[in-house]
């Protein structure tokens, strides 16, 4: 079986443009890990393409895209020869809707939520409100204009259509106009950071590690500075919480990341990642099994299989290199 994994950071997605150390740092141990993961199945190969100006990943068979070229049709093509796609890329600005309906024209099997699910994770705003409309705990969403008198602070104001902490800051007091366009406002709550990652298809959801989230705090704004994949026990208050949100949003499939704050009071849900996150360089070793061992069905034909008996997670940092 051939695959071809493409993430948009490292693979040619911002030619010439430049990038922050750590989204190159994130998207090149995404994609090295899984392209690891997938090799070490019987009979997967893997193709890929890398920005020229980072280095080749370790494994796998990479295309080196330069200035000038046309990164798009370079996917294409190789989404059309190839038996499944994997692409890992941010849902901000549509740039992961748009490249799973590029694959999903060319490919069969593309291991992706459904477009639209993308588009809607892609929006704080909607995505607190499907789950809230599905009885899922969130935390409080508003559009800015739209804060209520009696909400208490501090704050949290952020793009509406954003990826992980850019463009994050917190606020003690309520924000005066003019306000930023498109941003939202949420609580800060209480608890702990921390992120669930779970395997999903058609509503069946299985959680397999709960991690805790490493944010820094300084100058107004909140900095993701690595998770420990594994770090907290999976009981049957996380189990159900996820299983909430993989029904209340049925187009996502595959890995996916879900960030919310442990509080006193249980799970409060704050975004879905509807893609790899961080967490899935852990993973491996957080389980002791190769995660994509038993997702062989599901890279195959879609089907979500039945999980075999897994030990606890164990603690595996992850600090991504800037």
């Known amino acids: 079986m ?172 309520r924000p005066t106009p003019p306000y930023p366009p498109a941003h939202v406002i949420q609580p800060l709550v209480a608890g702990e950071a921390a992120s669930l990652t779970l395997l999903c298809q058609n509503g069946r959801t299985h959680v397999l590690t709960a991690n805790r989230q490493h944010i820094a705090r300084g100058d107004g704004r909140l900095r993701f500075t690595g998770v420990t994949v594994g770090a907290l026990p999976v009981d049957d208050a996380l189990r159900s919480f996820g299983e909430s949100i993989g029904a209340a949003l049925p187009g996502l499939h595959g890995l996916i990341g879900v960030d919310y704050i442990a509080t006193a009071d249980g799970p409060v849900a704050v975004e879905v990642n509807p893609r790899l996150t961080t967490s899935y360089a852990g993973l491996r070793r957080s389980l002791a099994v190769n995660p994509l061992a038993f997702m062989s069905e599901f890279i195959r034909d879609g089907a979500v299989p039945d999980l075999p008996h897994l030990p606890p997670a164990l603690p595996i940092d992850i600090v991504p290199e800037e």
């Open 2 to 173: 051939l695959v071809f994994v493409v993430e948009t950071v490292t693979g040619g997605g911002a030619l010439g443009a430049e990038l922050p150390a750590s989204l190159i740092a994130e998207g090149a141990l995404m994609r090295d890990t899984l392209i690891g993961d997938l090799e070490d199945l019987p009979g997967v190969r893997v193709v890929t393409t890398h920005d020229a100006r980072f280095p080749a990943p370790p494994r796998g068979t990479s295309t080196a895209l330069r200035l000038g070229d046309d990164p798009a049709s370079v996917w294409r093509l190789m989404a059309r020869e190839a038996d499944c796609c994997w692409p890992i890329a941010p849902e901000s600005a549509g740039v992961l809707e748009r490249l799973v309906r590029d694959l999903r024209a060319q490919c069969r099997r593309v291991v992706a939520p459904e477009p639209e699910t993308i588009a809607l994770c892609a929006s704080k705003l909607e995505t607190a409100r499907v789950l809230e409309q599905a009885g899922v705990k969130v935390v409080p969403t508003w559009p800015l204009d739209a804060l209520p008198a009696e909400a208490p602070g501090p704050f949290v104001v952020k793009p509406d259509d954003g990826t992980g902490g850019v463009g994050l800051r917190v606020v003690d007091q």
